[in-house]
């Protein structure tokens, strides 16, 4: 079975700051795969970045980069340069195979000016 | 159109009311999926569609019944439904079933009175 944790319900950051949100999983599969999405509060989940379990490099999109420590089990999104329309719920998640994908229960950011 | 689409936005209805909510993804993919968001829930995966076929029941009560005439459209046939049961409705989808990356559509929010 898999699992995803997120452990901040809440964060803050100071806008043009960086920032990290923390993802742990766990999971018995040797492939998987982790994702991040954004719901703003229109509602829809945008699609982030992706992160393969083999892949060598953390992945990066624009100011997304995914923080990928295979050996702790965790998938920490960093977003730098924050702006306000960051401020939204964020979504970690895990596929692997075909198992179904499941998410995290979200961290909620908020970008003060 | 590009990407998911559903229709429609927001819904209001009566318990003995019937509805239907659609989906069209204009993506190409083979897989599609329904969500349910509740307040302070994680996400929740209702069924999944596979080449049209359904792959996937997670112990929906059948006061909701999906339909998938074709790999690019999804409906949720709603009835007599509860005021639990009020939420946003979000499908998703993807090349193929599995753990691979879902693409939303910006959801439908539904209220039941």
């Known amino acids: 079975a898999q699992k995803i944790t997120q452990t901040q319900p809440g964060m803050f950051v100071q806008e043009k700051e960086a920032v990290t949100l923390d993802c742990t999983y766990d999971?018995?599969?040797?492939?998987?795969?982790l994702f991040w999405y954004k719901q703003p509060s229109s509602g829809e989940m945008i699609f982030l970045i992706y992160?393969?379990?083999?892949?060598?490099q953390n992945a990066t999109e624009g100011r997304y980069s995914l923080n990928f420590q295979k050996a702790r089990k965790s998938a920490n999104l960093v977003i730098s340069a924050s702006q306000l329309g960051d401020s939204a719920m964020y979504f970690c998640a895990m596929g692997g195979g075909y198992q179904k994908v499941t998410f995290g229960t979200g961290t909620k950011l908020q970008v003060i000016p | 159109e590009t990407g998911v689409t559903q229709t429609p936005r927001h819904l209001v209805m009566g318990m003995t009311n019937k509805k239907s909510l659609k989906c069209e993804q204009h993506l190409g993919h083979n897989a599609m999926y329904w969500y349910k968001q509740s307040a302070k829930k994680p996400l929740e995966l209702m069924f999944v569609?596979?080449?049209?076929?359904?792959?996937e029941n997670n112990s929906v009560p059948s006061r909701f019944s999906p339909e998938c005439p074709n790999s690019s459209h999804l409906f949720l046939h709603l009835h007599t439904l509860q005021p639990e049961d009020s939420a946003l409705y979000l499908c998703?989808?993807?090349?193929?079933?599995?753990?691979?990356?879902?693409?939303f559509g910006p959801g439908t929010r539904l209220l039941v009175l």
């Open positions: 998703a989808s993807s090349q193929e079933r599995g753990g691979e990356t879902q693409y």
């Open positions: 999971t018995s599969d040797p492939s998987y795969g």
């Open positions: 992160q393969g379990s083999y892949d060598q």
């Open positions: 569609y596979n080449f049209k076929e359904q792959t």
